[in-house]
């Protein structure tokens, strides 16, 4: 099971981000588990 998926552009050697929060990174969270710790509220 996949924990993240990252849909990258490749262009002239280099990887371009996507306009989207996280830089476009989909995290699965369903397979990460409980946090071992949290900070703030």
Same mark, same amino acid.
């Given at each position: 099971? @996949?924990?993240?998926?990252? @849909?990258?552009?490749?262009? @002239? ?12 990174? @989909?995290?699965?969270?369903? +397979?990460?588990?409980?946090? +071992? ?5």
């Amino acid at each position: 099971m @996949d924990t993240a998926k990252f @849909d990258a552009v490749y262009q @002239d050697g280099g990887v371009l981000p996507p306009d989207l929060p996280g830089l476009g990174i @989909d995290v699965n969270e369903g +397979v990460l588990g409980e946090p +071992v710790a949290v900070w703030g509220e």
